[in-house]
């Protein structure tokens, strides 16, 4: 009798540790899984955004460009208007 009483609270340990090891694996396994599709989601949002920048680059290079072209265009204008109105540069 009394072996068989052993016997059912050894089964009955070794269940609940079965179950609750399965439940523990299951529970770090859907965390891991959880992480990785995080880390991918990271991962993807700074591809984009280092595109962004590149693109953000760009247009700024040109605005300056287009800034450096009408500078040079506008003092070409006024060096023109000073010519044909005789006035020289630097005197009032």
Do not use: P
Not at 41 to 58: G, M, P, S, T, Y
Not at 72 to 89: D, I, K, P, T, Y
């Amino acid at each position: 009798m009394m072996e068989r009483e052993d016997m059912r609270r050894l089964m009955v340990t070794l269940m609940a540790a079965a179950i609750l090891g399965a439940w523990t694996f299951a529970g770090t396994r859907a965390s891991s899984q959880d992480i990785a599709e995080v880390t991918a989601e990271i991962e993807q949002v700074e591809r984009e955004a280092k595109e962004r920048h590149r693109e953000l680059d760009a247009k700024v290079d040109e605005i300056n460009k287009t800034i450096q072209r009408e500078a040079v265009e506008a003092a070409s204008f006024r060096a023109e208007v000073r010519a044909a109105l005789g006035v020289r540069h630097g005197s009032n």
